[in-house]
T-cell receptor, first 110, second 111 residues
Framework: DSGVTQTPKHLITATGQRVTLRCSPRSGDLSVYWYQQSLDQGLQFLIQ???????AKGNILERFSAQQFPDLHSELNLSSLELGDSALYFC?????????FGNGTRLTVT | QKEVEQDPGPLSVPEGAIVSLNCTYSNSAFQYFMWYRQYSRKGPELLMYTYSSGNKEDGRFTAQVDKSSKYISLFIRDSQPSDSATYLCAMSAKGNTPLVFGKGTRLSVIA
């Protein structure tokens, strides 16, 4: 168990809808990262927060947004969902140091 | 050219074999190198973490980094069926920065 908790485990929703994915980092970890994993693209970095502040942005669509709260948990908001957004979404945390991943949220857009 | 290249496999070996997994990269600024193992329906699990060039050993696992060739390897000795998983290499230029991942190599160890 990595100590990183992601909820929900599965999410099925329709195109055009909006969803929120939640992540609780390991105790003491200040950095939170969001990654998207699909079969053809592999693990793609979306966004990083460090102690509440946005630190780095990757291939995150404008329809997606994230934030990190004072208690260090993070949320990833996905809106105007399209079929192509179906993927595994992983959260990872670090102290800094190496990243430790949660077990992901599987999003299916129908 | 992708920043990190990794042969997707699949790779199938008999139990007890030595497994060699490799990645090449193009960004000479990368200094932190990691190997993750991912079982089906699970998140990536950190296996090895190395800084700069050289070797690191942990039990049956050995990680090697050759920065001059931009090439990293993971060796698994005495492979077990429980090693069957997807192995992902990952790297970054600085600490506390996002990792760039290879696409992963799927490994099957046959009893």
């Amino acid at each position: 168990d990595s100590g990183v908790t992601q909820t929900p485990k599965h999410l099925i929703t329709a195109t055009g809808q909006r969803v929120t994915l939640r992540c609780s980092p390991r105790s003491g970890d200040l950095s939170v990262y969001w990654y998207q994993q699909s079969l053809d693209q592999g693990l793609q970095f979306l966004i990083q927060y460090y102690n509440g502040e946005e630190r780095a942005k990757g291939n995150i669509l404008e329809r997606f947004s994230a934030q990190q709260f004072p208690d260090l948990h993070s949320e990833l908001n996905l809106s105007s969902l399209e079929l192509g957004d179906s993927a595994l979404y992983f959260c990872a945390s670090s102290e800094p140091g190496p990243l430790h991943f949660g077990n992901g949220t599987r999003l299916t857009v129908t | 050219q992708k920043e990190v290249e990794q042969d997707p496999g699949p790779l199938s070996v008999p139990e007890g074999a030595i497994v060699s997994l490799n990645c090449t990269y193009s960004n000479s600024a990368f200094q932190y190198f990691m190997w993750y193992r991912q079982y089906s329906r699970k998140g990536p699990e950190l296996l090895m973490y190395t800084y700069s060039s050289g070797n690191k050993e942990d039990g049956r696992f050995t990680a090697q980094v050759d920065k001059s060739s931009k090439y990293i390897s993971l060796f698994i000795r005495d492979s077990q069926p429980s090693d069957s998983a997807t192995y992902l290499c990952a790297m970054s230029a600085k600490g506390n920065t996002p990792l760039v991942f290879g696409k992963g190599t799927r490994l099957s160890v046959i009893a």
